[in-house]
């Protein structure tokens, strides 16, 4: 069984200020992570994904996260915000059950970025 | 390449109204799977499929029906439209059935049911 959980349903920054998206997962083996956005009224785009290789990824538009096993995390985090990251984020955690690819997507987080 | 086309962008039904969403992907993708959006919820899977002739329910299969005759298409079809099925609907493609393959999702489908 897996899940993810992510922790704010809203983040409110200042443009310039860092940002920080919090993610949790539970998997019965290794997953694979990953980081969508989705801009008002838009598709959604991937912007990073964590497939067990290094614990910190990069990603676009200056996105990075860091997978830690021991917490079972995935936190997206950007150093510093611009209005055009203002869009809901998406954690999601893939795993292999009965032979398929298995996505379970979290429930978002909507980014603010005030002027 | 054009990626992932979903049509219509937005459709209109009354209850008890049939249609079919339309999904194309051109980057010969084995892998294909509708999902619905709801506030405060993400995304949840309806359908999925590991190729062409195979399909599979996923968490909220009840009122759609899916085939898959090409590797190209994927439509879902809602037999009998009811106000609960109003949400965005997401089609997604990726190459293979791995965990680690990315989704391509298409612009999404916006259906009212009244």
């Known amino acids: 069984a897996q899940s993810v959980t992510q922790l704010d349903s809203h983040v409110s920054v200042s443009e310039g200020t860092p940002v920080l998206l919090r993610c949790n997962y539970s998997?019965?083996?290794?997953?694979?992570l990953f980081w969508y956005v989705q801009h008002p009224n838009k598709g959604l785009q991937l912007l990073l994904k964590?497939?067990?290789?290094?614990?910190l990824v990069k990603g676009i538009n200056g996105f990075e996260a860091e997978f830690k096993k021991s917490e079972t995390s995935f936190h997206l985090t950007k150093p510093s915000a611009h209005m055009s990251d203002a869009a809901e984020y998406f954690c999601?955690?893939?795993?292999?059950?009965?032979?398929?690819?298995?996505?379970?997507f979290g429930t978002g987080t909507k980014l603010q970025v005030i002027p | 390449n054009a990626g992932v086309t979903q049509t219509p962008k937005f459709q209109v039904l009354k209850t008890g109204q049939s249609m079919t969403l339309q999904c194309a992907q051109d980057?010969?993708?084995?892998?294909m799977s509708w999902y619905r959006q709801d506030p405060g919820m993400g995304l949840r899977l309806i359908h999925y499929?590991?190729?062409?002739?195979?399909?599979d329910q996923g968490e909220v299969p009840n009122g759609y029906n899916v085939s898959r005759s090409t590797t190209e298409d994927f439509p879902l079809r809602l037999l009998s439209a009811a106000p609960s099925q109003t949400s965005v609907y997401f089609c997604?493609?990726?190459?293979?059935?791995?965990?680690?393959?990315?989704?391509?999702f298409g612009p999404g489908t916006r259906l009212t049911v009244l």
């Open positions: 997604a493609s990726s190459y293979g059935t791995s965990d680690t393959d990315t989704q391509y």
């Open positions: 998997s019965s083996y290794s997953p694979s």
């Open positions: 964590y497939t067990s290789a290094a614990t």
């Open positions: 999601v955690v893939s795993g292999f059950s009965g032979g398929y690819q298995k996505v379970t």
């Open positions: 980057m010969n993708h084995e892998y």
């Open positions: 499929s590991v190729g062409a002739g195979i399909t």
